[in-house]
T-cell receptor
Framework: DTGVSQNPRHKITKRGQNVTFRCDPISEHNRLYWYRQTLGQGPEFLTY????????KSRLLSDRFSAERPKGSFSTLEIQRTEQGDSAMYLCASSSIQGAGYGYTFGSGTRLTVV | KNQVEQSPQSLIILEGKNCTLQ??????????LRWYKQDTGRGPVSLTIMTFSENTKSNGRYTATLDADTKQSSLHITASQLSDSASYIC????????????FGTGTRLLVSP
C-alpha cells in the first residue's frame, strides 16, 4: 500500500466546466475526508465518509459540489460549473476507527486552477 | 468558535540552528493536538500527535509540547536542515464522532545554507 493516492495531481479548467477528482485511501481505512486548501491557508473541511455513507458536509460544500464513495473504497469529488473561486488544492485523507482515528493520512492533493 | 492560531507567520533560520514555532488553540471539546509538515504542493505529513494528557512528544529532531491548561503548543526543531524548509501546521482535534480537525494557517520556515 502506497498511502493515499489522488488523481489528477493538477487540473486546469475553463470557468463553467465540470471537473472530477479521485481519491484512493489506504485500503484498511474506513474513514475518508475531503479538505480544500487555498494559498497561505490551512486546509478546510469539506466532507467525511465512513465506509460508503457520507456522514457530514461542510457549509463550504455548495450545491455545485458532490462527493461519492460508492463501494466504501475510492471516492470522487465533482465540481459542476466551476468558478474562479474554486481554484485551490483539494486534499483527501483517510483514517481508521481503530486508534480513535488518530492515524490521519493525507494524499498529495489535486491542484485545481480555473481560468 | 474553534480556531488555531500560529506564530510566527514565517521564519528564516540558518542551517544547523534550532527554532521554536508556537500555536494557540481553541478547540472544544478538545481531544488531541497535532503538528504537520507540508512541503510546497504536497499534502500534510504528520509529525506528532498528542492527547490532552500528554505534555511532550518527539519525532527525531522534532519535539512538540502541549500545555492543555493554557491551550498552547510548541514545535521545536533541533539542528535544522535544508529539507526542513516547509510549512508547519498546528492542528486541533475535536472529540466529536469523527476526527474533524481544525487547522492553523501554518508557519512557513525557510532554512538557509
Amino acid at each position: 500500500d502506497t498511502g493515499v493516492s489522488q488523481n489528477p495531481r493538477h487540473k486546469i479548467t475553463k470557468r463553467g466546466q465540470n471537473v472530477t477528482f479521485r481519491c484512493d485511501p489506504i485500503s484498511e481505512h474506513n474513514r475518508l475526508y475531503w479538505y480544500r486548501q487555498t494559498l497561505g491557508q490551512g486546509p478546510e473541511f469539506l466532507t467525511y465518509f465512513q465506509n460508503e455513507a457520507q456522514l457530514e458536509k461542510s457549509r463550504l460544500l455548495s450545491d455545485r459540489f458532490s462527493a461519492e464513495r460508492p463501494k466504501g473504497s475510492f471516492s470522487t469529488l465533482e465540481i459542476q460549473r466551476t468558478e474562479q473561486g474554486d481554484s485551490a488544492m483539494y486534499l483527501c485523507a483517510s483514517s481508521s476507527i481503530q486508534g480513535a482515528g488518530y492515524g490521519y493520512t493525507f494524499g498529495s492533493g489535486t491542484r485545481l486552477t480555473v481560468v | 468558535k474553534n480556531q488555531v492560531e500560529q506564530s510566527p507567520q514565517s521564519l528564516i533560520i540558518l542551517e544547523g540552528k534550532n527554532c521554536t514555532l508556537q500555536c494557540n488553540y481553541t478547540v472544544s471539546p478538545f481531544s488531541n493536538l497535532r503538528w504537520y509538515k507540508q512541503d510546497t504542493g504536497r499534502g500534510p505529513v504528520s509529525l506528532t500527535i498528542m492527547t490532552f494528557s500528554e505534555n511532550t512528544k518527539s519525532n527525531g529532531r522534532y519535539t512538540a509540547t502541549l500545555d492543555a491548561d493554557t491551550k498552547q503548543s510548541s514545535l521545536h526543531i533541533t539542528a535544522s536542515q535544508l529539507s526542513d524548509s516547509a510549512s508547519y501546521i498546528c492542528v486541533g482535534g475535536g472529540r466529536t464522532g469523527f476526527q474533524k480537525l481544525v487547522f492553523g494557517t501554518g508557519t512557513r520556515l525557510l532554512v538557509s545554507p
